[in-house]
């Protein structure tokens, strides 16, 4: 087999792996549902099996689509002395920091600006988190259902809807419509009569520049020997992340309105509204939240019940849910949440993680800039609807 095969092979195996999961996560929903938290827990360790296989594919990947293009010495003429591409790539890094945009040996340049590759963005601040793990959770790579079942202190959205590696600023994305058409009845030995052929709709995207500055002082270029590609990217980590979480929660405000008032107006939308071919999570902000968290039923339990699937923790109505801040769905105070099948819902157009550059300032003198290149767009409206708690009558 050549690369081009075995990559094919792989991206297929992925697939699979994915379906896989997908399938145990509902089996593991109806469990908890029922109570059975032994079996969810042996259910829960083959998730966690799949993510891990699915984080080591997602690696090889990476290296058949480098040996497909070329190595980075190949397209530079630089050669690698000491065989550790990733620690050299980091000084080089660190150089060009510290140069200031002088020294760009060992660094891929575009736009006039440094290209930090992704596999040094995953542990570049160790240390700083409690482990390297927690990062990989924090910054996922993958587009995958599996990386995002794993419990955050910080919810990133971006791998919980449909992430695709722009290659251009701009494009159409195919989405598959919904089979509706059923099989027809026909006579033994009868010929087979024609299928409907699958329908698409085009999505039009392009790609936004989102860049914001990091202030490092002269001193601490001139005279400290740590790694100041950690600096960089422990604050500009979490821009990036408020960037993408806000412009996906952008994204869900533009889909259908809907007012809730009681948890049974919560269940019909979820029963009859929501088309059953859709996966359901729910998006909340902390004032909706609050609300389910106080919901309770005949008896006096709480509707709330603990996960081990979802990133809060919790589900309601054997939905996951995920929680974010209120001003990222509205003003402080307000209730609001998205309803509805996340990855079917939006397309995420990855153009580039993230660059650097030294850039002038009137006042400052020089500041490093941090640009993050992306798209996000409604991609089936039919997939969920923006919820709004209204007061009871």
Do not use: C
């Amino acid at each position: 087999m050549n690369i081009k095969e075995l990559l094919k092979q792989l991206k297929g195996k992925m697939a699979e792996n994915d379906e896989r999961a997908n399938k145990i996560a509902v089996e593991m929903r109806g469990l908890l549902e029922n109570n059975e938290l032994e079996k969810a827990r042996g259910l829960r360790q083959k998730l966690d099996e799949l993510d891990a296989q699915a984080k080591e594919d997602a690696e090889t990947v990476k290296d058949y689509e480098r040996a497909l293009e070329g190595t980075r010495e190949q397209r530079t003429g630089n050669k690698n002395p000491n065989g550790n591409e990733k620690t050299d790539e980091r000084a080089a890094i660190n150089a060009y920091i510290r140069s200031k945009g002088t020294i760009t040996d060992g660094v891929e340049i575009r736009d006039h600006a440094a290209i930090i590759p992704a596999k040094l963005l995953r542990d570049a601040v160790d240390g700083v988190t409690t482990t390297t793990d927690t990062v990989d959770k924090i910054i996922p790579k993958d587009i995958s259902y599996v990386a995002q079942r794993e419990l955050e202190t910080v919810v990133d959205l971006k791998p919980f809807t449909n992430v695709f590696k722009a290659t251009t600023a701009s494009g159409t994305y195919p989405i598959l419509k919904n089979v509706t058409q059923t099989l027809p009845t026909v006579a033994e030995l009868e010929k087979n009569p024609a299928l409907s052929k699958p329908e698409f709709y085009n999505i039009d995207w392009k790609v936004e520049t989102h860049r914001g500055a990091i202030p490092i002082s002269q001193e601490a270029i001139d005279d400290t020997a740590m790694d100041l590609l950690a600096i960089v990217d422990e604050n500009a980590q979490r821009q990036r992340l408020n960037t993408t979480n806000q412009v996906i929660a952008d994204v869900f405000k533009t889909f259908t309105a809907k007012s809730v008032e009681t948890i049974d107006d919560l269940k019909t939308l979820n029963n009859v509204e929501l088309d059953p071919a859709y996966q359901r999570a729910l998006v909340v902000t902390q004032s909706f939240y609050n609300w389910l968290d106080l919901e309770k039923d005949g008896n006096g339990r709480y509707l709330l019940q603990d996960s081990v699937i979802s990133p809060s923790g919790k589900m309601i109505l054997g939905i996951p849910v995920v929680v974010i801040n209120d001003e990222s769905l509205g003003e402080k105070g307000e209730a609001h949440a998205f309803l509805g099948d996340l990855r079917r819902a939006v397309i995420f157009a990855d153009r580039v993680d993230m660059t650097v550059r030294w850039a002038d300032n009137d006042i400052y003198g020089q500041y490093l800039q941090v640009a993050t290149r992306f798209g996000a767009y409604k991609a089936d409206d039919k997939a969920g609807y923006f919820l709004t708690k209204a007061p009871k009558a």
